[in-house]
């Protein structure tokens, strides 16, 4: 998704993943899963401007935290 405006929530929450013998335990800020994002507090960055007034492209992943069943 990339309409999600800077320092706003995350509107839409990502369908659960499914995978054979693995079970679902929620989206987390970085790949480690460490901190997990909550959809009902959690803001992308605020934008960011380079010299020309122009906004630079920042990109937010979240990522699937799993278990093996």
């Known amino acids: 998704m990339d309409d ?3 320092g706003q929530k995350i509107t839409f929450v990502p ?3 499914e ?3 693995y079970t679902f335990d929620g989206w987390y800020k970085e790949e480690e899963c460490l901190n ?3 959809f009902e507090s959690d803001v ?3 934008a960011i401007y380079d ?3 122009e906004v630079v492209y920042q990109e937010t992943r979240l990522h699937a ?3 093996i069943k």
Do not use: H, Q, T
Request: charged letters at 30%; glycine letters at 10%; proline letters at 14%.
């Open 44 to 46: 992308l960055p605020n």
């Open 36 to 38: 997990f994002w909550n």
């Open 51 to 53: 010299d020309n007034g």
């Open 4 to 6: 999600a405006d800077c």
């Open 65 to 67: 935290k799993r278990s």
């Open 19 to 21: 995978r054979e013998g």
């Open 15 to 17: 369908p659960i993943p």
